[in-house]
């Protein structure tokens, strides 16, 4: 795979796909993360005097045009960002969006509407992929967060045109992620939490290879405890999945790992942020594990500070409710302090690591929340293998 700084894109038309999938409010940017990620790869062509054609995804408007999806705010914030103007098409492919193609000037920079404005994204319709091809000499994928999906942006464009490579941003990914996979150090941490078993064992099966501690939180912790007996009261429990986690703890055992449950827990009869919060050992019916309790806090941050490689998915409990939000603020504050290389996965754990106001001490934020899980299951990403294709 080729990246941006080894392509010939000096004054070409360059198709940059980024994700600028961020949230808005009131037609503003709330969080600029995902943008300000891409700036470096953005600057670099704009040095070169490229003739940029930036395109994204926002949302999920499922191929109908939906203004509260719109990228016009989008433009205007990168605009600002960049201290130039930002040309904005108000389509992604036809004669509007190709005339704007056509009259860039060198260095000058567009951002196409909504890629999933049209159905033909999500489906990787090769006639969609042409039409965003048209004119287009260079491709740069340098969207990290949707090289699982073989989407059109990301998939069949980059297969339509030769001369094609990734961005910093997908380098920076690929280099800390292939780290943890290819040169793990110890002791080798892996802290997993978030809501489902099955969303998390094609990453413990492939990291417990490497890993010489597993340390599990948030709701899928109980289904871990039910394998082994415990009561769990009204807690959410993957019943179809008990005998897998019995089966990979009695793996992790097998290879001599430390594999640890929560020892307490902050329970709660309903979610709510005026939820009386008691702290239980075994959870009584009618109450429901909300987060790990105190003592899991001070045990999983003890082995924490001592590991010298940690990667970090899924909170540790529903952290979005202050209440219920002690636990991951303090596995997050214990991975900042710990001197160990550090990879948190994207989604929910970057969002708790940004909460606890620590993401400037951790080795490496993937951007990615489903990307860098299935980069760590060992899966082949369709939008990186592309770019490997001569």
């Not at 039910?226 to 959410?236: E, R």
Request: hydrophobic residues 40%; glycine residues 10%; contains cysteine.
């Amino acid at each position: 795979m080729k990246y941006v700084n080894q392509l010939p894109v000096e004054g070409k038309r360059v198709f940059l796909r980024v994700d600028f999938n961020v949230p808005l409010k009131d037609g503003r940017v709330e969080d600029d993360t995902r943008i300000r990620a891409a700036l470096p790869t953005v600057k670099y062509l704009l040095e070169k005097e490229a003739r940029l054609v930036l395109a994204s995804h926002l949302g999920r408007p499922k191929g109908q045009v939906k203004a509260e999806y719109s990228l016009k705010p989008v433009a205007r914030y990168l605009g600002e960002a960049l201290g130039m103007e930002v040309k904005f098409s108000p389509e992604a492919v036809g004669p509007v969006a190709e005339e704007m193609k056509n009259s860039l000037k060198k260095g000058e920079v567009l951002l196409l509407e909504n890629l999933r404005f049209h159905p033909g994204e999500t489906r990787d319709d090769p006639h969609f992929a042409a039409q965003l091809g048209k004119g287009i000499e260079v491709y740069i994928n340098d969207a990290f967060g949707t090289c699982h999906r073989a989407h059109a942006s990301v998939h069949a464009l980059a297969r339509l045109i030769p001369v094609k490579g990734a961005g910093f941003l997908i380098k920076k990914e690929v280099e800390n992620l292939l780290r943890v996979l290819t040169h793990p150090e110890h002791p080798y941490l892996l802290l997993v939490g978030g809501a489902k078993v099955s969303d998390k064992l094609p990453v413990l099966k492939n990291l417990m290879k490497h890993a010489d501690k597993i340390l599990v939180g948030g709701a899928m912790a109980y289904t871990f405890l039910v394998a082994l007996g415990k009561p769990v009261g009204d807690s959410l429990v993957e019943e179809e999945i008990v005998e897998e986690a019995s089966s990979l703890m009695k793996e992790a055992r097998a290879l001599g790992k430390t594999f640890l449950l929560p020892q307490d827990h902050r329970c709660a009869r309903e979610i709510s942020e005026n939820a009386q919060v008691k702290i239980m050992k075994e959870i009584e019916r009618g109450w429901k594990g909300v987060d790990i309790g105190p003592e899991t806090e001070l045990l999983y941050s003890r082995h924490i500070k001592n590991a010298a490689m940690i990667v970090w998915n899924g909170p540790m409990g529903i952290f979005e409710i202050p209440p219920f939000a002690h636990g991951t603020l303090a596995v997050a504050r214990a991975v900042a302090e710990s001197p160990a290389f550090s990879v948190v996965g994207g989604g929910d754990s970057a969002a708790a690591v940004k909460k606890a106001g620590v993401q400037e001490k951790i080795s490496h934020i993937s951007t990615g929340g489903g990307a860098s899980l299935e980069f760590l299951s060992g899966k082949t990403l369709p939008g990186l293998e592309v770019l490997e294709e001569g």
